[in-house]
């Protein structure tokens, strides 16, 4: 891969301040103060946010603490999305910090996976990284990995370590220079405005001619209302880790560079503020 490390640098300590307050119909002892956390963008809620849970379980009654789930403006936030993409896709015109709503009752089963563990976090991470891979190297690289390899990604991810874990991710974003890119590029594509959960299709990096693919391509084939309006006037914007990347970009190198640590490119389509 090409080696722009300030940039793989910069993706992972990405972080967005968040103020996390108890949903008022919660049954408390006293009163429970906000708690602030700096999230960092490329994890997991469930996995990040212990202190959270800690801070309000001491002002609840235990017989009312049941699993904890989270919520912003009225929608439950899927902790098995990476946190930056759920506030790319909910709140990232919004002033900070990112108001998140902490619940203890009342679980909505329809909109959310249940998470009892981080052995649940790490079987859907574990499951997210082959897939990836089986898309870009036929799943060679991550089957040619050890045991102990899978475990180191994990541990950096979980311990939020760059050079543990980039040591080994290194591996899945290399290819054969002959190939000129992946086989398939991983990438996922979230509308706000929708009920559909993502856009995901095989996609090369190269076209047949060989001039590389870029962002602009891969929107074109895939969701081409994000980027040709129907009257002309643009009102969305395309968002990775928090910033509007030109279309221009070649695709390859946003996978190598702007994948979240799970492998995938997870793009954001939301409305472009009007004010």
């Known amino acids: 891969m090409t080696d722009d490390k300030d940039v793989?640098?910069?993706?992972?300590?990405?972080?967005?301040?968040?103020?996390?307050?108890?949903?008022?119909?919660?049954?408390?002892?006293?009163?429970a103060e906000p708690y602030y956390l700096l999230l960092p963008r490329i994890s997991y809620l469930t996995l990040v946010t212990d202190k959270v849970k800690k801070h309000f379980q001491k002002v609840m009654r235990q017989?009312?603490?049941?699993e904890i789930w989270f919520e912003y403006?009225?929608?439950?936030?899927?902790?098995?999305y990476p946190i930056g993409l759920?506030?790319?896709?909910?709140?990232?015109?919004?002033?900070?910090?990112?108001?998140?709503?902490?619940?203890?009752?009342?679980?909505?089963?329809?909109?959310?996976?249940?998470?009892?563990s981080k052995d649940v976090i790490e079987a859907h991470f574990m499951a997210c990284i082959k897939e990836a891979d089986a898309l870009k190297h036929k799943?060679?690289?991550?089957?040619?990995?050890?045991?102990?390899?899978?475990?180191?990604?994990?541990?950096?991810?979980?311990?939020?370590?760059?050079?543990?874990?980039?040591?080994?991710?290194?591996?899945?974003?290399?290819?054969?220079?002959?190939?000129?890119?992946?086989?398939?590029?991983?990438?996922?594509?979230y509308q706000a405005t929708t009920e559909r959960p993502f856009i995901q299709k095989l996609f090369r990096p190269i076209a047949s001619g060989g001039q590389l693919h870029t962002l602009g391509d891969l929107l074109k084939d895939a969701c081409p209302s994000a980027i040709t309006p129907e009257d002309g006037e643009q009102k969305t914007q395309v968002m990775i880790h928090g910033i509007e990347p030109m279309l221009e970009t070649p695709i390859?190198?946003?996978?190598?560079?702007?994948?979240?640590p799970d492998n995938f490119l997870h793009i954001s389509i939301i409305p472009r503020p009007t004010d």
């Open 63 to 66: 017989e009312e603490v049941s």
């Open 139 to 189: 799943s060679q690289v991550i089957n040619e990995m050890q045991k102990k390899d899978h475990k180191q990604l994990w541990m950096g991810l979980q311990n939020d370590k760059f050079e543990q874990f980039w040591a080994i991710n290194r591996k899945l974003m290399e290819y054969p220079p002959e190939d000129n890119g992946f086989r398939y590029i991983p990438f996922r594509i």
């Open 8 to 31: 793989l640098r910069d993706v992972w300590f990405g972080r967005i301040p968040t103020c996390f307050t108890l949903y008022q119909d919660e049954i408390t002892e006293r009163e």
């Open 73 to 80: 403006e009225g929608t439950p936030l899927k902790w098995h």
């Open 252 to 260: 390859q190198w946003l996978s190598e560079h702007m994948s979240y």
């Open 86 to 116: 759920l506030f790319d896709l909910h709140a990232s015109n919004t002033a900070l910090p990112w108001s998140i709503t902490v619940h203890f009752k009342n679980f909505p089963e329809k909109d959310l996976l249940h998470c009892h």
